[in-house]
């Protein structure tokens, strides 16, 4: 096992990165930077920084769930981008936690 970090960055689907969707810019972000992977993952529920509940509830529907973008890697390569990812965050909250980490690949025939 190898020490990583996990940057975890919490936001409303409806937000945005340079007027495109930003959890669509982000995944294009950390792919450029040739991070091995990202993973968006949308919440059914949750609520931020306003305290207004947001679920996939068919009485209370809402079109602004949240997301959870994870990309996890080095501490040197995710301190690196780390500067950008918080200047590209305008409502959101930007995590980081110690992990440990092993890479698995197929083996080649």
């Known amino acids: 096992m190898d020490e990583g970090v996990l940057l975890r960055i919490y936001m409303?689907?409806?937000?945005?990165?340079?007027?495109?969707?930003?959890?669509?810019y982000l995944v294009g972000f950390f792919l450029r930077k040739?991070?091995?992977?990202?993973?968006?993952?949308s919440g059914m529920a949750g609520?931020?920084?306003?305290?207004?509940?947001k679920t996939v509830d068919v009485f209370q529907l809402s079109l602004d769930l949240?997301?959870?973008?994870?990309?996890?890697g080095t501490r040197e390569r995710i301190m690196a981008v780390l500067p950008e990812v918080e200047a590209m965050i305008v409502?959101?909250?930007v995590t980081l936690q110690d992990v440990q980490m092993t890479r698995k690949v197929p083996e080649e025939r």
Request: proline share 8%.
């Open 91 to 93: 409502h959101g909250l």
């Open 47 to 53: 609520f931020g920084h306003e305290h207004l509940l």
């Open 12 to 24: 409303a689907e409806s937000a945005l990165i340079n007027k495109e969707p930003g959890y669509k």
């Open 66 to 72: 949240p997301v959870v973008i994870d990309v996890v």
């Open 34 to 41: 040739g991070f091995p992977g990202c993973t968006v993952v």
